[in-house]
């Protein structure tokens, strides 16, 4: 089956400092990636869509330039948390389809903490 | 706006019980209702998923039921183990290819 495979699983940052996750489509092409963010015991929200060769759609309320999400390939998509902060500190999923209306499948997520 | 209502928030059953969790909709051009499953520290995996042309639909121990007029589908998990303790959210997506939304989840525990 289709594998989305994500790194770092957890990283701890201080903060002001930047952090980049990485999302990959291991068995297939993803011209389309979605990034999600989920706080403990709630829903995954969606942050933005990643579309490779362009810029991404962001959801209404996520800051484009403390979040920015770059697809450069068919492959991978990367989301940079940039001058992170303790209320940055959450779980971020990423999660990609080989194709139009195959099913979405979801990477093991990054936990990520600010200190 | 919270387009898809999901219950109960958490829910415990015996071994062997059938655990059932609702959701419903608003908007009438979704076209494809997910259900995932989330362990603690993991991505959500998809479990099953209907389309609005059948009334049910089964996998294994989970089936899918959806009521199109009433806007509403289920997740019912037969012979329920504690390896399926675990959260549950359903989503809906119209169209294909499109975003997913999701309800709010649904804690579940299977006792021994």
């Keep these: 089956g289709a594998v989305v495979s994500q ?11 930047s952090v980049k996750i990485e999302c990959r489509s291991l068995d297939f092409q993803a011209t389309t990636m979605f990034w999600y963010r989920q706080f403990p015991k709630q829903s995954l929200m969606l942050m933005a869509t990643s579309n490779e060769g362009s810029k991404a759609t962001y959801e209404q309320g996520v800051e484009k330039d403390k979040f920015l999400i770059n697809h450069a390939s068919l492959t991978l998509s990367t989301l940079t948390v940039t001058s992170a902060h303790p209320e940055d500190s959450s ?13 979405l499948h979801f990477g093991n997520g990054t936990r990520l903490t600010v200190t | 706006q919270q387009q898809v209502k999901q219950s109960p928030q958490s829910l415990i059953v015996q071994k062997g019980g059938i655990p059932i969790i609702n959701c419903a909709y608003e908007n009438t051009a979704f076209d494809y209702f997910p259900w995932y499953q989330q362990f603690p520290g993991k991505g959500p995996a998809l479990l099953i998923a209907i389309r609005p042309d059948v009334s049910e639909k089964k996998e294994g121990r989970f089936t899918i039921s959806f009521n199109k007029s009433a806007k509403q589908f289920s997740l019912h998990i037969m012979d329920s183990q ?8 359903c989503a809906a997506e119209k169209g294909g290819g499109n975003k997913l939304t999701f309800g709010t989840g649904t804690q579940l525990k299977v006792e021994l």
Excluded: E, L, M
Excluded at chain 1, 7 to 17: N, Q
């Design chain 2, 82 to 89: 504690p390896g399926d303790s675990a959260t549950y959210f």
């Design chain 1, 91 to 103: 779980f971020y999923i990423c999660s990609a389809r080989s194709q139009g209306n195959s099913p």
């Design chain 1, 7 to 17: 790194h770092p699983s957890w990283v701890i940052c201080k903060s002001g400092t």
